[in-house]
């Protein structure tokens, strides 16, 4: 009995070790089988950049013809136009390294089983080379949703593709043009004009600076000014209205009268987009002034368009900063408290800040710069067109500084009137200021005026 069981014991280890093996030589064989599938290319040997010409014809039922001209994609059917370089760019780089994910049927004889019979996507191109279009044909999804049942024509193999590919090449003809509204060399521009509900806003560059010249002469904000041409160069239209609009079309669309206009002036050249009525899904009609064709923007350009002056002028009262400041003049009435930066002696000594009046001597750094840094963080909460009532005829105190090696100087003056405070830098009207940052720059003054 015991050699029989023993016998037994033997069998079994044979037979597990038999099915180990298998299974071993089964799941290598499988795994090595997954590995060269997915290492097969839809298209060996193509590289994107190679590629020169695309057709696409979309689920939508769009047919775009595209063609390479001096490196910059074109589309030229159905109608040419500048083609967005970013997508067709992703359709290339993907038909140059799309994988097979899996072969479904090496002999495919009933392509309805795939919705390849009638391909949804069809995605045609030629390489540098070829004389005819090599052809990708996508059907429906497979089962699990997770790929796509594609082929390429001549082939008789129906192969699976990842399933995420299907939002890079079912692309309308209006998704692969390039839908930049305007188009201007933003590094040239040195003049913007706005004209929002019959109210102009104008800037010119003088410098590296804006200045405001309309409807007031006033400093600018760069940032703000900037970030205005910035969003004109890279409005983006949603949709196209018209492409030959007749008059009838641009009342309709508000543009036989704009709401808004803005023109961008570099040098001789300029750029002009004019802003018409509402549209759906917030956006506004809208065209660049030298072409016909009437698009359609999201609304917030229309919006920044509409500010007014006051939304453009530098809120900061003063330029300077507590670490460029080389001269500083304080009047209080008949107070005038001197202060001069004066440059350290010996290796790596710290400047020093010496009061010249009203009484002569050195002062606390920390207590100066704590001075500067209060008057330089200083912002207008509001404008003033007038400085009727603002107390600017008789300031109470006048803060002159001189900076950058003394190579710049501003003046602002300050006035009381009740319980509000008001400043002017020399511009027109007067800027309403946080009363309580006024009496905490003044009781810090009063520390270092003894």
């Given at each position: 009995?015991?050699?029989r ?19 071993y ?90 919705g ?18 090599r ?24 192969l ?25 060399d ?10 929002a509900?019959d ?60 709401q ?82 004066v ?25 100066v ?7 330089a ?74």
């Amino acid at each position: 009995m015991k050699t029989r069981g023993l016998w037994s014991t033997l069998a079994l280890v044979v037979v597990l070790a038999g099915l180990g093996a298998y299974i071993y030589f089964v799941l290598n064989k499988q795994t090595d089988s997954s590995s060269a599938s997915k290492q097969e290319k839809v298209f060996p040997a193509v590289a994107s950049d190679k590629i020169d010409e695309v057709r696409v014809s979309s689920s939508g039922g769009d047919s775009t013809t595209l063609k390479k001209e001096n490196g910059s994609w074109q589309i030229v059917q159905p109608a040419p136009a500048k083609a967005d370089d970013n997508e067709v760019n992703g359709i290339t780089s993907a038909l140059a390294s799309i994988e097979v994910t899996r072969v479904i049927d090496e002999n495919a004889t009933n392509l309805n089983d795939y919705g390849l019979s009638n391909p949804r996507i069809e995605v045609d191109f030629k390489a540098a080379g070829d004389k005819d279009y090599r052809k990708l044909l996508i059907g429906e999804k497979t089962p699990t949703g997770g790929g796509l049942f594609a082929m390429r024509a001549g082939d008789k193999r129906v192969l699976s593709i990842p399933a995420f590919q299907e939002s890079t090449f079912d692309k309308k003809t209006f998704d692969l043009r390039d839908k930049t509204v305007i188009k201007f060399d933003r590094e040239k521009v040195d003049k913007v004009d706005i004209v929002a509900n019959d109210k102009p806003v104008d800037f010119v560059k003088d410098g590296g600076d804006w200045k405001i010249v309309k409807p007031i002469a006033a400093k600018a904000d760069f940032g703000s000014v900037e970030g205005l041409i910035g969003k004109v160069q890279t409005a983006q239209m949603k949709s196209i209205a018209a492409d030959s609009p007749s008059p009838a079309d641009l009342k309709k669309f508000g543009l036989d009268k704009p709401q808004a206009v803005v023109e961008l002036g570099a040098g001789s050249s300029k750029a002009t987009l004019e802003i018409g009525g509402k549209a759906e899904d917030n956006t506004v009609y809208a065209r660049d002034a030298a072409k016909p064709a009437v698009v359609t923007i999201d609304k917030s350009l229309a919006d920044d368009l509409a500010k007014g002056a006051d939304d453009y002028r530098v809120k900061d009262l003063f330029q300077f900063r507590a670490y460029n400041a080389n001269h500083v003049e304080i009047t209080r009435g008949d107070q005038k408290i001197v202060f001069d930066r004066v440059k350290g002696t010996g290796d790596n000594a710290p400047d020093k800040w010496h009061r010249s009046s009203p009484t002569a001597g050195d002062v606390d750094r920390d207590k100066v710069d704590g001075v500067l840094a209060k008057l330089a963080n200083m912002r207008a909460t509001s404008f003033l067109d007038s400085t009727a009532k603002t107390g600017l005829d008789t300031p109470v105190m006048t803060v002159y500084v001189k900076f950058d090696d003394n190579k710049r100087e501003e003046k602002v003056s300050f006035g009381k009137q009740g319980d509000d405070t008001y400043a002017s830098r020399g511009e027109p009207g007067a800027m309403k200021i946080d009363a309580a940052d006024y009496t905490d720059v003044n009781k810090a003054i009063d520390d270092i005026a003894k």
